[in-house]
């Protein structure tokens, strides 16, 4: 697959399947500059539990990880204020 963008949404590798559902409020989040989803593995300790979770901080942004149950795939953010995405990506996945 080629690189493309789609909006704030820059592809360079596959993403997993229901990516789409869990990154599109992150999209929306103003400060957000460019989401990258990044590598691909396969978690070998079964069926986790799903979802986007916050990692920890980059020098652009942060780095997030999508887990579908069956693998992991990193998830890039590049953003303005890193503290305000912090908040605003806790207030949209709360537990």
């Given at each position: 697959m080629s690189k493309y963008r789609k909006g704030k949404l820059k592809l360079e590798h596959h993403t997993l399947e229901g990516f789409d559902k869990y990154i599109r409020p992150v999209l929306e989040i103003e400060i957000v500059e460019?989401?990258?989803?990044?590598?691909?593995f396969r978690n070998n300790k079964g069926?986790?539990?799903?979802?986007?979770f916050l990692q920890y901080e980059t020098s652009s942004g942060f780095k997030l990880l999508y887990k579908n149950g069956t693998s992991?795939?990193?998830v890039f953010v590049v953003c303005s204020d890193k503290e305000s995405f912090k908040n605003a990506f806790e207030n949209l996945y709360k537990e």
């Open positions: 460019a989401v990258i989803p990044g590598r691909i069926r986790g539990s799903k979802g986007l992991v795939q990193e």
